[in-house]
């Protein structure tokens, strides 16, 4: 069994930063591909940003393009979403999912293990 425990959520002023971490227990990280997936107040969830379990292959949703940056750090089993330029449209709850060896995500990947999420707020 995986377990994700999502931490580095907070308020924050346009135009800041943060990082968000997504920490792996119950297996190695490193034979899962991560997602950072989002959801905002009246929004749909969707996928912002992947990495694939061998850490070659990354996916970003449009509007994140340029401004967020997913990684991967095996030996502490977490993965990190860098989040910079903040907009109030960023305002949501922020979860990361994993899914064995998944090499390539896509917004209608599948993914077997969730976390709680952590709730960023982008103030104007």
């Known amino acids: 069994q995986v377990q994700l425990a999502e931490s580095g959520g907070g308020l924050v002023q346009a135009g800041g930063s943060l990082r968000l971490s997504c920490a792996v227990s119950g297996r190695t990280a490193n034979r899962y591909g991560v997602g950072w997936f989002r959801q905002g107040p009246g929004k749909e969830r969707e996928l912002v940003a992947g990495i694939g379990y061998r850490g070659g292959k990354t996916f970003y949703e449009d509007s994140v393009k340029g401004r967020f940056t997913i990684s991967k750090d095996n030996n502490r089993n977490t993965v990190y979403l860098q989040m910079n330029d903040l907009k109030p449209a960023d305002t949501a709850v922020y979860y990361c999912?994993?899914?064995?060896?998944?090499?390539?995500?896509?917004?209608?990947?599948?993914?077997?293990?969730w976390g709680q999420g952590t709730l960023v707020t982008v103030s104007e």
């Open positions: 999912a994993a899914e064995d060896q998944l090499v390539e995500m896509a917004p209608w990947s599948k993914f077997e293990y």
